[in-house]
């Protein structure tokens, strides 16, 4: 039922954005009065599920779910149609109309993504607001792992900006100090900027902690004990650990690197238990913990609820769409590190399905998340319109380019060449869908995904 559910999700936020980016090349092209001849939902190879003409043109579904086309008149497309090109131009074909026609034709289908994601944006922030977690709560500095002491953090530090920009959301920052350069952190009272040393955000990739190397940092305090080692050894919920073995002990962070190494012995701790110091024997595990779950009461205190007027949201919305944006250009710098080798990570539609999220109910019955869903597809509208601005042959960014080139020169790129950089960029394009594909399959198999 869950994996069903996180397939429906998929599915309709790729028809959703599919059918409004073609809509967007559709719309222009008819308002150009250039003959469209296929408006598809999913490609068609060979046969398509539903298929129906009204007037011109030909609606339909095609059985391969990787995204969907308009086939114009005139045009080179992946369909690689190039016979009707070997005739004259005629009036209501797309290689006959103004090259700034054909700019707009072009850009229709990213520009409703922008918009889309932006009017998303909106909604969400009007009607649910924003939860995050608040940096600037941060009282007692953050904790990291150890991949994120390798990036140049310390327990303790507080984080002021990254890359000179404000640091507030712990969500925000904990990508982009992946994706950055330089971080500037108080640290011992004194603000200090260090560059972010790309082996620790390997690192944080290799583990898959892309959210979970920068914590609040919190008091050792226990709120339960859940191992028979941890209820035999005396402790009791309310302690606050106060050292170990000797060794004084402030924040759950330092309690850590004690018992990791004291993996597989026994203990001596030390604790405040109503106000009084009391000292108890406790058995480390193999793993380096004691069997207790600590108070978190401080992630509650550095959470914020923000709410917007629908004059803030707009604005709000516009601001989400243009950070979603900047992330996703961000990521290509390091997924093409040779460092940081951020390309073994890049997941395709088998690990984005896997990672849908769902709400379960506690009678274990799964349902849609659907402002998690909602949020999803802004995020991937954004990522659609960046993606096909590339200015690859068989993405919209190639034609774009292509049209730039007319405009600026003056004359049209010859037939030829356009027909042969589609058919490369087709090829490629294909070449680096199984690629995704192969990717996700081996990590099935190898027990990664």
Request: charged share 25%; glycine share 10%.
């Given at each position: 039922m869950e994996i069903a559910i996180k397939l429906f999700q998929f599915i309709l936020s790729i028809s959703i954005l599919v059918i409004l980016h073609e809509l967007g090349h559709f719309l222009p092209a008819k308002w150009f009065k250039t003959k469209v001849e296929?408006?598809?939902?999913?490609?068609?190879?060979?046969?398509?599920?539903?298929?129906?003409?009204?007037?011109?043109?030909?609606?339909?579904?095609?059985?391969l779910p990787f995204g969907g086309y308009v086939k114009i008149a005139g045009m080179v497309d992946e369909s690689m149609d190039t016979e009707q090109l070997k005739q004259p131009a005629q009036p209501w074909e797309f290689r006959a109309k103004p090259a700034w026609q054909r700019l707009i034709i072009m850009l229709g289908g990213v520009t409703v993504n922008f918009f889309l994601a932006w009017i998303i944006y909106t909604c969400l922030s009007l009607f649910n607001g924003e939860t995050y977690t608040d940096?600037?709560?941060?009282?007692?500095?953050?904790?990291?792992?150890?991949?994120?002491?390798?990036?140049?953090?310390?327990?303790?530090?507080?984080?002021?900006?990254?890359?000179?920009?404000?640091?507030e959301r712990l969500e925000n920052a904990?990508?982009?100090?992946?994706?950055?350069?330089?971080?500037?952190?108080?640290?011992?009272?004194?603000e200090t900027t260090f560059p972010i040393n790309k082996d620790?955000?390997?690192?944080?990739?290799?583990?898959?902690?892309?959210?979970?190397?920068i914590t609040p940092r919190f008091p050792m305090m226990v709120d339960s004990l859940v191992t028979p080692s941890a209820k035999a050894s005396g402790l009791a919920k309310g302690d606050k650990v106060i050292a170990i073995n000797g060794q004084p002990t402030q924040y759950f962070d330092e309690v850590g690197t004690i018992l990791n190494q004291n993996k597989g012995k026994k203990?001596?701790?030390?604790?405040?238990?109503?106000?009084?110091?009391?000292?108890?024997?406790a058995a480390v595990d193999k793993n380096g913990k004691l069997g207790i779950l600590t108070d978190q009461k401080v992630l509650l205190n550095v959470v914020t609820d923000k709410k917007y007027s629908f004059g803030e949201a707009i604005p709000r919305g516009f601001?989400?769409?243009?950070?979603?944006?900047?992330?996703?250009?961000?990521?290509?710098?390091?997924?093409?590190n040779s460092k940081i080798q951020g390309y073994k990570n890049v997941g395709g539609p088998i690990a984005i399905v896997k990672n849908m999220?769902?709400?379960?109910?506690?009678?274990?019955?799964?349902?849609?998340?659907?402002?998690a869903f909602w949020s999803f597809t802004a995020m991937f509208s954004v990522w659609l319109a960046f993606l096909n601005l590339i200015p690859i042959p068989g993405l919209d960014g190639g034609h774009v380019l292509f049209t730039l080139y007319e405009i600026i020169v003056g004359k049209?790129?010859?037939q030829k060449v356009l027909e042969n950089a589609q058919m490369i960029g087709v090829i490629f394009l294909l070449g680096l869908m199984i690629l995704i594909f192969g990717s996700d399959i081996f990590k099935i198999f190898a027990g990664k995904l």
């Open positions: 296929k408006f598809y939902l999913f490609f068609d190879p060979w046969f398509s599920l539903v298929k129906k003409k009204i007037g011109e043109t030909e609606y339909g579904i095609g059985w940096l600037t709560k941060f009282d007692n500095g953050i904790g990291v792992t150890e991949a994120g002491k390798k990036m140049g953090f310390q327990n303790g530090d507080k984080i002021v900006n990254i890359d000179g920009k404000p640091a904990s990508i982009n100090i992946l994706l950055g350069d330089h971080v500037t952190v108080l640290r011992n009272g004194k620790g955000v390997a690192d944080v990739l290799k583990q898959k902690e892309a959210k979970l190397y203990v001596t701790v030390e604790v405040l238990r109503n106000g009084k110091p009391e000292t108890v024997s601001v989400r769409t243009i950070e979603a944006l900047t992330m996703q250009v961000k990521q290509f710098k390091i997924m093409f999220p769902v709400d379960k109910d506690a009678n274990g019955n799964f349902s849609v998340n659907w402002a049209p790129v010859p």
